[in-house]
């Protein structure tokens, strides 16, 4: 299925390398705008100030850097995430929102905290998973990765772009049912699950950050080093396998780190939809389809935007604040629908 | 040295596709795959690549079973060309043939002066060296299938085998397409088409002749497009004629 103009001619060398550069700073500024703004205004020179450790400010260090450095690693790891399921499968469309596995960790989440926390003791908000921050990572992949594995069941494999949506869209939402119902069991948490599982970065703590950086620090080397394999099933796995690649064994490596990155995301923040999706295909735009340069221009981007977006999160309505899931959802369904449309038109 | 397939048979679903096929591709030599659809003949080529595992027999590489030998020499000896595979659409020509080297690179190999040198000498040979900064979507069908045929020609297989590969071209196109096969031929490669057309088979070095997943005739064009038997497979009105001392195949009325 062709999806997306093709750019008419491919950036040079210098130039994906100008876009990466451009990307770090970028996020810089994110970084300096997300630490800056807020119900306390904190100036950009005063911000690095405190993050070289040149004066306390514990607003910036304390209150924001865990929730903005956990906004870049979560955007970072489902943008990682989706980049390599669209290589994967083979489809643009691919992403962890789509094909169902962030629901699946979510629900697996729901279930770690539900049986072994107890709503009550781990769901009190803002220390979500002080009791088994690691633990729910782990439900979180068997869930992410049985809804997977179910998706492709589904759908027949992941040639058929309308097949996989179809197939993910009913997983997804059977989970999502299943999880309001583990929900409902612990009714006194219920808002709290209920915010979670839309998609929040207020739950963000240094724990979680510790490990997200540690996944990603995992699953990004390890994608990597599997681009060149991204880049051949370009040409169909069939012509893959001729060229000598193992690929059943490679495949399961990629799927498994992509669906690790997933549920680490999905763990710390809920179901943040349509950066997976977003953010690779701009890039792809942008650098061409070559994988070295396009999953590290993911992880950037993908950090840059969800930064940007829980930014808006929670100055939009302030003093309240919206979960960050709605808002890349209301961004990225529109996108979503244009990707769709133009794809019929081709 | 050779490619060899010996007393291969597949079964998909409890069918027999493939029944004891026998066949040997030289280097050098250009074979052609002919007979009607569900011969089994696109079966037989991916045997032959090494793709499939077959239910009894086997495929010899150099008196080698395929089967044992590594993934990466099989890419390195053999190169596969699908009918209709997928193209990528953000790479550009250049990038595309540079795939064709992965098995000499492995996953993290970087490509050397070697490699290079082989991109640059399977893009001259198939005429695509001009368009090497464009994206793959910007071609023409016939310039696409030339520089898909280029990233099989960059790993610089001893074989090369292809399946329809000029379906989908006009019939200028095609003609070119068959010229460059017989130039590679010349220079050592063993090439093996799936073809449906038997006049497009008639320019090959040998034809094998599938029906139902056996091989009825194995020759030269002349031995194997007779009237007999075509007419037993694509019906009574068909004539063969000859022209410079090839096959004309002619559906009459």
Redesign the interface.
Known sequence: M?L?R?????LPWGQRVAVLAGLVLLLFLALVLGLGIGAVAVPPVEVVRALLGLEANPIVTELRLPRVLGAMLVGAALALSGAAYQGLF?NPLADPYLMGSAAGAAFGVVVAVSWLGGFSGAFAQHAIFERLPFSATWFGFLGALAAVALTLLLAGGASRTQDLILAGVVVGSVLVSLTSYLMLQGADRVRAVFAYTLGNLSFMSWPGVGLLGLYLLLTLPLLW??S??L??L???E??A??????LER?KLLAIGAATLLTAAAVAQAGIIGFVGLVVPHAL??LL???YRYLLPASVLGGAVLLTLADLLARTLVAPGELPVGILTTLLGGPFFLYLLWRGRRV | MSLAARGLTFHYRQQAVVQEVSLELHPGEWLALLGPNGAGKSTLL?LM???LLPTAGQVWLDEQPLARC???????Q?????QD????????VE??VL??R??H?G??GRPGPADWAAVRWAMQETQVAALA??????LSGGERQRVLLA?ALA?CPRFLLLDEPTSHLDLHHQAEFLRLLSSLRSQGLGILTVLHDPNLAAQADRVAFLRQGRIMALGAPLEVLQEPLLRGVYGPGVQVRHLEGRPVVLLGG
């Open positions: 062709a997306g093709p750019l008419t001619r491919p083979r080093l599997l060149r394999t880049n051949a370009s040409l169909g069939e012509t396998r001729s060229l000598g690649l193992p490679l792809r735009r061409g389809g070559d | 991916r690549a090494g793709l590594s993934s990466w020499r099989r890419g390195q053999i190169a596969f060309l699908p595979g997928p193209y990528p659409e953000n790479l550009t990038e595309v795939l064709g992965t098995p690179l996953l993290l900064q464009r994206l793959l979507p910007t990233r790993a």
